[in-house]
T-cell receptor, first 111, second 108 residues
C-alpha cells in the first residue's frame, strides 16, 4: 500500500531534549516536505526536499533541521525543542504536479 | 504569508444540501489542489485543477478555477454526515501553500 509513515504519533518531551520524528515513503517520490499545523494558522511548511541530498527552507524553518540521505526517508530533527514548537506535524511526499500523500501526523508537546 | 485562503472559515449545513467553499490565492500558480482533513488526521488529496483548466469534476465534487480573479471554489453536492471535515486549498507554484481551511459540519 502506498503510504507515508511517520513516527511517533504522539510525543511529550521536555525543553532542550533533542528529538527526531521519522518519515518514510514507499512511492519513490522525489519531493518530500514537513509541515506544522497550528490552530488558526493552517499548515506552514518547515522544510522540503527536491531529491536526495537536496533540502531547502520553507516558511518556518527556525529550530528545525532535516536530512535526506535516502530517497525514502526524510527525518525532522529538533536539536533543542522549545514549548513554541508544540504542534501537530505532518510529513508529505509527492511526484511532479500531482497531489501530496500525507502521513498521519505527529502530535508533539514540549513542556 | 499564506498564499491560499479559504472562505468561509466554518460552514454548517443539513445532510443533502450542497456545500460551497471558496479559496483565494495571491500569485500565479501551476495548479490548485483541494484536501480534506478529518479531525487531527492527515490530509487526503481530493482533486487537482491545473492553471489552464476552468472546471473539474470528481464524483460529488466540482472544482472551478478563475485565474483572473485568483480564486477557486469547491462544491460538494448532496452532502452526507461523513463529509464533516476541514477542507483546505493548496496553491502550487513550485511550493505548496495551504490556507487555514473551511470547517464543514454536515448535520444528519
Amino acid at each position: 500500500e502506498a503510504q507515508v509513515t511517520q513516527n511517533p504519533r504522539y510525543l511529550i518531551t521536555v525543553t532542550g531534549k533533542k528529538l527526531t520524528v521519522t518519515c518514510s515513503q514507499n512511492m519513490n517520490h522525489e519531493y518530500m516536505s514537513w509541515y506544522r499545523q497550528d490552530p488558526g494558522l493552517g499548515l506552514r511548511q518547515i522544510y522540503y526536499s527536491m531529491n536526495v541530498e537536496v533540502t531547502d527552507k520553507g516558511d518556518v524553518p527556525e529550530g528545525y533541521k532535516v536530512s535526506r540521505k535516502e530517497k525514502r526517508n526524510f527525518p525532522l530533527i529538533l536539536e533543542s525543542p522549545s514549548p513554541n514548537q508544540t504542534s501537530l506535524y505532518f510529513c508529505a511526499s509527492g511526484q511532479g504536479a500531482n497531489g501530496y500523500t500525507f502521513g498521519s501526523g505527529t502530535r508533539l508537546t514540549v513542556v | 504569508s499564506q498564499q491560499g485562503e479559504e472562505d468561509p472559515q466554518a460552514l454548517s449545513i443539513q445532510e443533502g444540501e450542497n456545500a460551497t467553499m471558496n479559496c483565494s490565492y495571491k500569485t500565479s500558480i501551476n495548479n490548485l489542489q483541494w484536501y480534506r482533513q478529518n479531525s487531527g488526521r492527515g490530509l487526503v488529496h481530493l482533486i487537482l485543477i491545473r492553471s489552464n483548466e476552468r472546471e473539474k469534476h470528481s464524483g460529488r465534487l466540482r472544482v472551478t478555477l478563475d485565474t483572473s480573479k485568483k480564486s477557486s471554489s469547491l462544491l460538494i453536492t448532496a452532502s452526507r454526515a461523513a463529509d464533516t471535515a476541514s477542507y483546505f486549498c493548496a496553491a502550487n507554484f513550485n511550493k505548496f501553500y495551504f490556507g487555514s481551511g473551511t470547517k464543514l459540519n454536515v448535520k444528519p
